[in-house]
């Protein structure tokens, strides 16, 4: 068989299984609880996945909509990432067609390096179908209670902080 396939599946495929499968939903919501639950005085928390855009971007999209970050704003910041990952995409993809691979394999490879709008719109489209929102899919498909989320509101926004201080 020639090497024309694409090496990568599509990565929205992947962005849909993560807000849906369950046991991606139990992990995803293992990691955002973690998170929100983190004590302030404790120090900082770090998380990261391979190339910070997937695991790491989905985790972060979903803190920043817990926050009532919009939509927009959160695409904005998941895009981001491509100033650190381009140039390591392009120096693949250059790699890989040195190596004799496709085009087509090679840009398969290139485009999972990069964070694409459609990545984070696949779980967004799904959460919305499956769950109506964003905050029935925080609470019902990854099993984290409001009260959670109000205290993480409450411990890392500003004008929470200083709203509930003035009454």
């Known amino acids: ?3 024309t396939e694409a090496l990568i599946p599509p990565l929205e495929d992947l962005y849909r299984m993560m807000v849906s ?3 991606c939903r139990r992990n995803l919501g293992r990691a ?3 998170v929100m639950e983190h004590p302030a005085d404790q120090g900082s928390i770090l998380w990261h996945c391979t190339e910070g855009k997937d695991r790491c971007g989905l985790v972060t999209a979903i803190l920043l909509t ?3 970050v919009s939509r927009e704003q959160i695409m904005e910041d998941y ?3 491509n100033e650190v990952n381009k140039p390591k995409a392009e120096a693949i993809y250059q790699q890989l067609l040195a190596s004799g691979k496709s085009g087509t394999a090679a840009v398969s490879v290139r485009e999972a390096y990069l ?3 459609e990545y984070i719109e696949a779980a967004f489209s ?3 179908t499956q ?3 964003a905050e029935h899919y925080i609470r019902e498909g990854l099993g984290i209670p409001d009260t959670c989320v109000q205290r993480f509101r409450e411990r890392v926004l500003e004008c929470q902080a200083a709203d509930s201080s003035e009454t």
Do not use: G, H, P, W
Request: net charge neutral; proline share 0%; hydrophobic share 40%.
């Open 1 to 3: 068989m020639k090497q």
């Open 21 to 23: 499968e369950e046991s």
């Open 32 to 34: 955002v609880r973690t």
């Open 66 to 68: 817990a926050l009532s």
């Open 79 to 81: 895009l981001i990432t």
């Open 115 to 117: 964070a694409k709008r």
């Open 126 to 128: 799904v959460i919305d």
């Open 131 to 133: 769950y109506q929102d």
